[in-house]
């Protein structure tokens, strides 16, 4: 009961911690915005980079030094080689709760999580710290009707490979999380339509990845192929989990496509294509549950420091004085101010 009570008071002051840091790191954003990003893009980017970074931080010090979660890295030598190094799409599958997590974890271990950028709906960015941060990181967000989509997505990609340093774009091809029941589903859509069925992924929605291929062809290098899994007989690897200080392990699968392998000619070539990788990504999350690893080399992971050097210091800068400022109302001796703190705790 005691540990319960612990875990939800930590995890109740570590958001609030992120939740006012992020707000005071939109403040900034914003300011850095008027000020640079007609002037002066490229140093926006770059301070831009390191804002989102001691944001993002605070969440992956949770995974790390919190819970002492992990992902181990997989993929052939020139594709780990690559990864991280040069402007790419990643097409990944989308079955876990913390997918976004382990991702976020990769990308700090490859010193570009500042620049991971993501397709999310336009609703999100109406959304304090997370939603407004991604506005000011130039995330693509998107209505989820194509008609509308496709005539602001080929700008928006061109927008983000005009970067300095290396963007990584993650692209759920499959749309939404896998669940059982949207499985079915996805599968009936299948059957109907005389499309590859699938054991452990939904159908890949075609629209959007095919105009962003065509429209990339020549401006990126590769894409890479990322498959996510993580072994049998541990906690399911959930975000209340993590906040509990519960333990996982991830593997993460990296393979690089040049983009020249990629047939762009028509709809139907690239779609066939779309589809064909899915099931290789089937096959691969099938041998993976069966020998919980993928193949080729694996690199072990280690924690990072800097993600636990950040989130300290806006426990310092944000909490402590907060806690201080509770202490000093509980100890005036006035009772409504003392019922009155203790009822803004339990908001």
Known sequence: MLKAIGYILLGSFMTFVFLISGLIINGLQALTYVLLYNTNRSLYRKINYYLIYTSWAQILAMCEWWSNSSCNLYGDEESLA??????????????????????WFICDKLQMLGNAKTCAKKSLRNVPVIGWGWVFAEMIFLERNWEKDKLILGTKLDNLVSYDDPIMLLYFCEGTRFTPAKHEASMEFAKARNLPLLKHHLCPRTSGFNFAVSHMKNKMNAIYQVQLGFPEGQLKPTFSNMLRGHR???DMYVKRIPMSEIPTDSDEATTK???QLYQEKDKLMDDYLKTNKFPGKCIRLQRSYYSLAHSLLWICLVGVPVIYLIFRLLTMGSMWVTSLTFTVIAL
């Open 82 to 103: 690559h990864f991280g190094k040069e402007h790419t799409i990643v097409v990944m599958n989308h079955k876990y709760d913390t997918d976004w997590l382990m991702c």
């Open 273 to 275: 294509w779309l589809h």
């Open 248 to 250: 996982f392990v991830g």
